[in-house]
């Protein structure tokens, strides 16, 4: 089967899936409504006080408008997704804060991620299917899966924009740095 076309990987079910993504909805609402994060407390699936990484993608129309996450979380999904989609919507710095009237044509997406594992060679990444980190000292970069079929990357490519554009490494220090593979869960809206 075509890595384009691999089935979504279940992280989580449907049900967990659907109130995280009211609970990131909420959040942006609250934000939108006051200019402050306001988390909600309550974990409405036990799933969900799990942790997981999490990275909360916004768009308008086909254009990014907004996309932050955490390969690796420091909190349960249930708060993580809270602030991922207030800060997608606010502090992605690629963007001015989403403006109240620009909500109605937003469409989030929600990525949860496998935990990552060590990628031992080129030969295991597979392309559309697995995202990648890369970390070198105190630079890391993340790409999700879509990133290089959006792009129509090789995985060479892949791994070298992955380097240089996020983790601002030389490509040719790749060698000495560690590189990670998940998978992800998309949740559309």
């Known amino acids: ?12 079910s449907a049900d967990a899936a659907l109130a995280l993504m009211q609970l990131a ?3 942006v609402e609250r934000w ?3 200019g402050r994060l306001t988390i909600d407390p309550a974990c409405p699936f036990p799933e969900l006080e799990k942790m997981a990484g999490i990275f909360v993608t916004l768009r308008k129309g086909s254009k990014l408008r907004g996309c932050v996450g955490q390969v690796i979380p420091q909190e349960p999904m249930f708060r993580l997704v809270q602030e991922l989609a207030v800060a997608s919507a606010s ?4 963007f001015p804060p989403l403006d109240r ?3 109605p044509g937003i469409q989030m997406e929600i990525s949860v991620l496998s935990p990552p594992r060590r990628m ?10 697995h995202g990648i980190m890369i970390k070198k000292n105190e630079r890391t970069g993340v790409f999700l899966p879509d990133v290089a079929t959006e792009a129509g990357w090789s995985k060479e490519e892949f791994v070298r924009h992955c380097a240089e554009d996020k983790a601002g490494m030389d490509y040719r220090d790749i060698k000495n740095a560690e590189m990670y593979l998940f998978h992800v869960q998309k949740i559309p809206e």
């Open 1 to 12: 089967m075509p890595a384009s076309s691999l089935p979504n990987e279940a992280i989580i």
């Open 91 to 94: 502090r992605d710095s690629r």
């Open 32 to 34: 939108l409504e006051s």
């Open 101 to 103: 009237t620009e909500w």
């Open 25 to 27: 909805h909420a959040a």
């Open 120 to 129: 031992e060679s080129m030969e295991a990444l597979e392309l559309g299917r």
